[in-house]
């Protein structure tokens, strides 16, 4: 019964949050649909007040663009958003009924094609838009013959003049309509749709009508806002578009047209073609242009100059999302990168994905490998009993007295036996004084207290190391799960995928006769440039080099170079691949001399040093404790780890960390160790970082100055985690770089691990990489008269400038 409350108050949990979860839906879908009524409200609102004049004597004009907006809405087959745009366009038609030739026909034809639509036509017809230009048709017909009184044949000719009005305009609505449906959707827009989307609002800017403050009008404002903005997003052809269909809505609308069409056209051919000279500069080439078409045409105003400004500001307001919103949605390069980006993020997700799951994975078994105090603290409390037992079988299993000690006097023998085995346990065995009274295998009793106690002593020293190896292991795995935890955390850096540059790229290829199957064009998250080219003939990297690395440098005005890897071929296309990327400012040059321990024929030190994929130069010394092959051992291991970590996109953190924890397991057997002294260095920018773990110190020797680096880490395999000290410093060209291993240091005995003597040194002498190494081991044979007590190792790298 108790597990059936259980069960039932979980379920009752999980109920409720099922529906806290539905009803937060519901107040978000509500929210949703409130707005998206209110834009279709308005939207109708303002179609409705588009009023167009036929020609320049007419003062009373025609209002088809609602009607045509109805009949684009009602045919979606959804009734709520029908009856709200019939209400609008209702609302819309009743404030400029006075500026319309026949004001009220437009509203019996928005309530007979409404209630057509939503209330009698079955499902299967409300997709026929026949039926609603018919209504149209018939009202215009019934309105001028019963109203106007028109003559028959002049009534059938200005209803089907009217009627076929609406019919362009409802099929550019509908267009629009539908492309509207695809915003922030993997839809790419041809030209015609986005030219339909112009046109569509173009139409709700001229619905605001000559609504004016302090006369200035604020549908002008808002169109001339719209142009710059369009221009400004989508280059000149873009600007000329919406500029000129502005012009004509307006034009139409105010019996204006060639002014109209100028103004807005030019202002947005004129601001579009500025548009890389960023916001400021092309709102004033705009403003120039205005000022120009005003002196020219004779209309410069008071007036136009506040509506112009006012434009210009709020163009300038305009936040930064925005316009990338709407540059992703009309620029076919900006939407084919954002899409790039979100499958590369959901790559991203689903590879995290999987490897928090391998996190979890390691974290349980290093909590399953921890020893378990409980389970220790039952088995010390029953070894007693265990051994008593053992000892009895043992010594008593064949005693002619065994009834009377275990069954007679139980407790007392127990007791005994007891004491007898705490006797051997603390060093002095002895009988207690009622056995030697009453047992007669006294000798035998002895003989087997102490094999048993001996036996439980080595298994229990056994146990003990077990589950000390067992702790460390866990730790170590504790170490790597966090790791990969970190290391999770630095793959989501993004990416940028950088289409300017693609088509850049294409277009300098195209132009000079260069083939290609495929372009890759991103900035890596340090920011910097990577092209990469496939082809299928492989001309060799010199080739690209003088051919495509030249001409992209000229067009983009940057110094690139080939990368590291060169050409690599594809083994399942036979493709070339080739990688292009930003060419590093400085170069690197390195050797290293080495001097093994006295007596011994291989050295314990290793050493690496060359320039990673991430445009670094990376030099790694290790030091393993001892000499011979076995420190050679441990110390190479360590720089094979770091070496292949940071190669792979690891930080010195997560690095060193990780080769503490692998290392710490290898070591723990034997009690070994290595140390670490690590210098990485931007060949871009030239910052070095130097980290050091139980190393000697480094210098920097910059013309008569020595700089010190040093560290007070312990080497690895002492602690269980490393707290990583970065220390950084900025090179310049000319630098000289010294790594030295503890036996150069180690010469002097009242200055063991002193730097005293090598920074001296370094101050006398100046020379190449080579020869300034030999130099120092040389220096430091010397100063310890022959006699080598520790391996010896220098590396010496020097930094130069890139031509």
Not at 113 to 142: H, Q
Not at 336 to 362: C, D, M, P, R, Y
Not at 453 to 470: F, H, W
Not at 533 to 557: H, Q, T
Request: net charge neutral.
């Amino acid at each position: 019964m108790r597990r059936a409350n259980v069960q039932y108050g979980l379920g009752l949990d999980k109920y409720e949050g099922i529906t806290r979860v539905e009803n937060l839906r519901k107040k978000l879908w509500m929210k949703t649909s409130i707005v998206k009524l209110g834009i279709i409200l308005i939207s109708g609102i303002l179609l409705g007040r588009v009023n167009l004049l036929l020609n320049q004597s007419d003062s009373l004009g025609i209002a088809p663009i609602g009607i045509a907006y109805l009949i684009a809405v009602v045919t979606k087959e959804n009734r709520r958003n029908s009856l709200t745009v019939a209400i609008g366009i209702a609302i819309g038609y009743l404030t400029i009924s006075s500026l319309l030739t026949d004001g009220y026909v437009y509203l019996v034809a928005v309530a007979l094609v409404t209630i057509y639509y939503v209330f009698i036509a079955p499902a299967k017809n409300r997709k026929k838009e026949l039926v609603g230009f018919v209504i149209i048709l018939s009202s215009f017909f019934c309105y001028g013959l019963l109203v106007n009184k028109y003559e028959l044949g002049v009534n059938i000719t200005l209803c089907l003049i009217q009627t076929l009005i609406v019919l362009p305009i409802y099929y550019v609505i509908k267009y629009a309509l539908n492309s509207l449906e695809e915003v922030n959707t993997n839809y790419f827009f041809s030209s015609e749709e986005i030219v339909s989307i112009g046109i569509f609002l173009c139409l709700l800017v001229a619905g605001i009508g000559n609504i004016n403050i302090s006369n200035y009008s604020i549908r002008n404002i808002c169109a001339l806002t719209l142009v710059l903005t369009i221009a400004y997003v989508g280059g000149a052809t873009y600007g000329t578009m919406i500029g000129v269909s502005m012009g004509i809505m307006l034009g139409v609308a105010s019996n204006d047209m060639m002014y109209s069409v100028a103004f807005f056209g030019v202002g947005g051919l004129i601001v579009g073609i500025f548009k890389d000279t960023g916001k400021i500069f092309s709102i004033l080439s705009g403003i120039i242009i205005y000022t120009a078409l005003a002196l020219y045409s004779n209309a410069v105003t008071l007036k136009l100059g506040v509506e112009v400004l006012t434009s210009s500001v709020l163009f300038l307001c305009v936040p930064k999302p925005v316009f990338t919103s709407i540059e992703i949605e009309i620029n076919p390069y900006r939407k084919k990168a954002s899409l790039g980006e979100i499958q590369l993020n959901a790559i991203k997700e689903e590879f995290t994905f999987k490897l928090k799951e391998l996190t979890s994975v390691l974290t349980n078994v290093s909590r399953c490998l921890l020893t378990n105090n409980d389970n220790e603290n039952l088995l010390i409390k029953s070894k007693g009993s265990a051994l008593v037992e053992n000892l009895a079988d043992r010594s008593c299993s064949s005693c002619e007295n065994r009834p009377l000690c275990w069954e007679r006097e139980f407790h007392q023998t127990f007791n005994s036996f007891q004491m007898l085995i705490q006797s051997k346990e603390e060093g002095k065995l002895a009988i207690p004084m009622d056995l030697q009274k009453r047992c007669i295998k006294n000798f035998t009793l002895l003989k087997n207290a102490e094999g048993i106690v001996t036996n439980y002593n080595v298994n229990e020293s056994i146990k003990e190391r077990l589950a000390e190896g067992r702790n460390i292991l866990s730790s170590h795995i504790t170490n790597i799960s966090c790791t990969l935890d970190n290391l999770l955390n630095d793959f989501k850096k993004e990416v940028r995928i950088d289409t300017d540059l693609e088509r850049l790229t294409k277009r300098i290829l195209n132009k000079n006769s260069i083939y290609y199957n495929d372009i890759f064009c991103y900035i890596d998250k340090s920011g910097r440039v990577k092209i990469r080219l496939s082809v299928n003939n492989c001309e060799g990297a010199d080739y690209y080099g003088k051919n495509i690395v030249s001409l992209l440098s000229s067009a983009m005005r940057m110094k690139l170079c080939i990368g590291d890897d060169g050409c690599k071929i594809n083994p399942q296309t036979n493709e070339c691949i080739i990688t292009i990327e930003e060419k590093p400012k400085y170069y690197m040059v390195s050797y290293g001399a080495m001097e093994p321990k006295g007596g011994e024929t291989q050295i314990g030190d290793s050493y690496s040093f060359g320039r990673t994929r991430n445009g670094t130069y990376m030099t790694i010394l290790s030091d393993g404790m001892g000499s011979g092959p076995e420190a050679k051992e441990e110390s190479k291991a360590t720089v094979d780890l770091v070496e292949k970590l940071i190669e792979a996109g690891f930080d010195e953190d997560i690095t060193v960390n990780t080769v503490n924890s692998i290392m710490g397991m290898r070591f723990s057997e034997d009690e070994k160790y290595a140390t670490l002294d690590l210098n990485r260095i931007d060949l871009y920018n030239g910052n070095a970082i130097f980290v050091k773990i139980g190393a000697a110190p480094s210098f920097i020797k910059r013309g008569r100055d020595v700089i010190s680096i040093n560290s007070k880490n312990l080497p690895f395999g002492l602690v269980d985690e490393v707290d990583v000290e970065v220390i950084r410093e900025v090179l310049r060209p000319g630098d000289i770089l010294i790594n030295v291993s503890d036996g150069i240091l180690d010469i002097d005995k009242s200055n063991s691990g002193e730097s005293t003597w090598i920074e001296e040194y370094l101050k006398t002498i100046n020379s190449d990489p080579r020869e300034l190494s030999e130099k120092v081991l040389e220096r430091a044979k010397k100063l310890s008269n022959g006699t080598i007590k520790d391996d010896m190792t220098v590396v010496v790298s020097k930094v130069y400038l890139d031509s």
